[in-house]
Each structure stands twice: as C-alpha cells, then as structure tokens.
C-alpha cells in the first residue's frame, strides 16, 4: 500500500527506502560511549537512548509545571515553546546531517535518483528525527494531562499533536532561512552565525529547568491564568496550543483561527523546501561550499608561542585543535556551551542575594550558594574531551596512522592544549568573579590552583579510560546534547563531594591545606606516569577505520 502511495507521488519506493534506511544508520549506529565497548553492539540504534533520556528528561521539567498550573493555555503554550527552542536547538547544529549536505550531490548526482525520490527521503528523516525529540520529550506531559483531571485521553493525543506540529514548522522555518540567507552569506560564514544562534537557544533549553523551579517556588506558576486573545495570533507557539483548548472545548472561533494559522503556515513552508530541497540544490551547496570564503589575512598565531607546543607532537595537537575551533563549527559549539551553563548556574547562586561567600572564611554558605557552578567547572573536561573524538571530518584521522608520529604523544599533547588553552582561561575567568566576593586575592589565587589541578586530573583519568585520537570517529545526531546531559549528572556527584570536603574538611586548616596541595601534585605525577603508558599501549593498537 505505501509502494502504491509513493509511485502515486513518483517517488521511487526502493530508493525511498534505501536512502531512508541508510540515513538512520549513520545517524543512529553509535552512541557517545560505543567507542569504550570492545564488542560492537547488535542494537540497530544503539544511539536513540541518549536523545531520549535527554530529551526525556526535559519532558519531565514540562509535566511539573503542568501539574503546578491550573491554566491549560498557559501550560500547552510553555510546553510548545520549550519543544520550538529544542527542536531550533537540535536543527541549526544537525543541520547538514537532517535536512541536505554537500556532500549529497557527490555521492548520489550519478545515480538515477529524482528529486522528488531525494526530497522525500530527507524529509523522512528529519520527521523522523523530530518524531523521537517530540515524543521524548512529549511522552510524560501527554501522561500528565491525561489523568491530571481525570481520565481524559483527548487531551494526551491533543498536546502529542500540537508538539509534533510544532516541531514540523520550527524545522520548516529553519529551512526558509538557511535558503535565502545562503544567497547573501557564504556557507561557512553561515553556519558560523546560526552556530552562535543555536548558543543563545541554548540559555532557554539549558535553563528552562531553572526558571521553572524558580516560579514554583514563588508559588506564581499556580496563579498564573492567561485568557487567549487575538492578538496572541502572533505568536507561533499559540498556534499550537490551541490544539488543547479545542480539544477541552474551551473556545472555537480563536483557537481554530490559531489552528489554521499554525497549519497554513507550516504547509507553506513546507511547499517552499519541495521546491527548494533537490540534488540541484545539493549541487549548488557543494559549489558554494568549495569557493573560498572572502576572508581578512591571517594574524601570525601565538598557539606555538610555548615550549611544548613548538615541536613534534605538541606543534601539530595545537595547530590542530586551534584551526579546528576556528573552522568546525560543531566543535566549536560544543566548547562553547560551557557559557550558558555557567552564566546560568552563576545566576542560581545569586539569585538568592548576598554573593558567593569566601570559601576560606563561611565554607557553608559558599558550597550553597556556589554547587551549580562547580558543576560547571567539573563538567568542562568532560565535555572538552566528549567533543574532541568525534568530528565530521573523522575521516582525514587516516594522516595519523601514516605519518612517522607518535600517536601516544598526540592523544596526551591534546590534552595538554586543552588545559592550556581551554581549561585554565575559563578557571581565569571565575577567578575574576570571585574576586568580588572573597575576602583576599591569596584566597582566590589559592582556591583557583586547586581548581586546575583538579581539572587537569580529571582530563588525566578521561584519556587513561578512553584514549582516542582527536576527531577520528563519526559525529552521530543528538549525541552532543545528550552527551552534555549526562555529564551533569555526573559532575554533580564528583563535585559535590569535592567541594564539600575542600570548603568544610581542608581550607579551614592552613596545615590541611598544605598537605592537600602536596597530594594533588603527587596525584598528578602519578596519574600522568599511568595516562602515558596506558596512552601508549591503547594507540599502538588503533586503526583508521575503528
């Protein structure tokens, strides 16, 4: 029945299901941690459970505010506003993998494969993809509003409804934008600029579990009620929490003009990308990507300014990660969401007035009010060394295997150049704040030393577990978000006894202090001893293609 549908359509079934197939195989085989598995795993999609325990998790942010407000307006419309910022989220750095690529045209232009056949099949995978953000994050509000007033299913089916539409046309929108932008800006530069858009999304998917925390511990998201008016048309996310009023039979005439706007709408955008998303347009990407980017000449760089990263192994790890940040975008992104985290969980800690306390002076009132930030700090390594494995770009990793170079040496100068040129600026910059709010510069000269040894412990025992060469395995669609996910939870366990025994056990005591510091350094000597060997026997074994 569906060959029958598609040939109707003249969209060629096997080649529909082919490019279909083959879509999601790439997107989903692997997940952030099938690299530590020394078998490969059996799933068909092993790497769905990470989009969904994220994803799922922000679902369970929604329900609470669901159950809290008595407003069904006012909850459906949070809840498609949050689903709108994460699918925009999702979109603007998966970009190329969901929607086209260059890289399409090059490997299917030869091929008897019409657009209409392509545009079907790109189309399916990104509804597929947005299928399973939807539903993750769907799953448990829908269950909230089916029974919150009783049994009432129409409810749950309405807001899966108004979600999915949601998705469609904040995917849609995305699409009209990068098409008429790309004939104004370079690709590159492009994607650099949605790049920095998708970092300002961030603050509102980051932080929309702060934020609500915050209303319900006000008592404001209980008295909030918000009658619909027509000047709400808008405003997209109305369009689709309309659906819940219509099904509650609260209104008629506003919410299906709301309805038939939002439908309109996506339907519009969704015949502009058919007539826009071909192998043509593939090709025209291609072209545009392979010409040279108008650019200002190149200052000399002071990456290779320092001893060990003059030579060798050092000089090629820091001209490596310095051009990548530069030219890869999803890497860059990826460093780079360690902002909204910390300027988000900065604000927590003030937000309940007095300051961050002087860890050396009230080591109680400093781990209240500054937790969430070493959260922050514990999760960057993390996050530094979960984005330096996999790149797009994975397969050019063929020049460490056949250059005369030690690929120990590489994997531990990569994690030197990330302390140096990563870890310890960022540790800088919270020392400038918290010289606001202690008591003495020793103390935040002291304090922040700790820190980076910390930091560059936990990058030691990241390369003793997982000692991959940087950017030489496959990016995979949503791992980074999910990646970022489960790095909180657990920094959040690593720090909080950390902190708690630095500010209430060690700094109070000058000689405890000491004897700390001395540990630390003995730590480090050591774990860099056992990082090398351990560095050295893992890379002799590695291969391009694993």
Do not use: C
């Not at 603007?92 to 008897?112: C, G, K, M």
Request: hydrophobic share 55%; aromatic share 12%.
């Amino acid at each position: 029945m569906l060959d029958r549908l598609l040939a109707r359509l003249d969209i060629d079934p096997r080649q529909f299901r082919a490019l279909l197939r083959t879509s999601l195989r790439i997107d989903f085989r692997t997940g952030l941690f099938a690299g530590s598995r020394k078998k490969k795993s059996k799933r068909r999609f092993p790497g769905l459970w990470q989009i969904l325990v994220f994803y799922g998790f922000l679902g369970l942010v929604i329900s609470f505010l669901i159950l809290e407000s008595g407003d069904l307006f006012f909850s459906g419309t949070s809840m498609m506003t949050i689903v709108m910022f994460s699918v925009a989220t999702s979109i603007l750095v998966e970009f190329q993998s969901i929607v086209v690529a260059p890289e399409d045209y090059h490997i299917l232009a030869h091929r008897p494969i019409s657009s209409r056949t392509f545009f079907a099949s790109r189309m399916a995978n990104m509804l597929v993809y947005l299928g399973v953000i939807t539903g993750a994050i769907g799953l448990a509000p829908s269950l909230v509003y089916v029974f919150r007033d009783g049994f009432q299913p129409h409810l749950g089916v309405a807001a899966m409804l108004g979600m999915l539409g949601a998705g469609v046309f904040t995917a849609m929108a995305i699409i009209f934008l990068y098409v008429n932008l790309l004939r104004v800006i370079h690709p590159k530069k492009l994607r650099r600029v949605f790049s920095y858009l998708q970092l300002v999304l961030s603050f509102v998917v980051y932080g929309s579990g702060m934020i609500f925390s915050s209303l319900f511990n006000a008592g404001l998201v209980t008295d909030v009620d918000i009658p619909q008016e027509s000047w709400m048309l808008l405003l997209p996310p109305t369009w689709f929490s309309s659906v819940l009023s219509i099904f509650e039979g609260r209104g008629f005439w506003l919410e299906f003009a709301s309805i038939l706007l939002g439908a309109g709408a996506t339907f519009t955008l969704l015949t502009y990308a058919y007539e826009k998303l071909s192998l043509e347009y593939a090709a025209m990407i291609a072209r545009l990507d392979e010409t040279t980017e108008d650019q200002k000449p190149a200052r000399p760089s002071r990456t290779m300014s320092l001893p060990m990263f003059r030579r060798n192994e050092g000089r090629a790890a820091a001209r490596l990660i310095r051009n990548q940040f530069k030219y890869d975008q999803k890497f860059r992104m990826s460093v780079l969401a360690i902002v909204p985290l910390t300027v988000l969980y900065l604000i927590a800690g003030l937000s309940g007035g007095g300051g961050l306390a002087d860890p050396f002076v009230d080591p109680a009132e400093h781990v209240e009010k500054a937790n969430l930030l070493y959260f922050a700090m514990a999760f960057f390594p993390v996050l530094l060394m979960a984005s330096l494995v996999r790149s797009d770009a994975w397969q050019a990793s063929w020049i460490f295997h056949a250059t005369p170079s030690d690929k120990g040496k590489i994997v531990l100068a990569v994690k030197d150049v990330l302390v140096v040129f990563f870890i310890l600026p960022y540790l800088l910059a919270l020392g400038v704040v918290f010289l606001f709010y202690f008591e003495s510069i020793r103390h935040v000269l002291l304090h922040v030393f700790i820190l980076s040894m910390l930091s560059h412990l936990i990058l030691q025992v990241i390369v003793m577990v997982n000692p991959y060469l940087p950017f030489s395995r496959p990016s995979r669609k949503g791992e980074r978000t999910a990646g970022i996910f489960i790095g909180i939870i657990v920094a959040a366990v690593v720090m909080t006894v950390i902190i708690n025994v630095l500010a209430r056990l060690i700094y109070p005591s000058a000689y405890a202090t000491g004897i700390t510091l001395l540990v630390l350094a003995l730590l480090t000597l050591v774990f860099e001893r056992l990082a090398a060997e351990r560095v050295r026997t893992k890379t002799r074994r590695l291969q391009f293609d694993q």
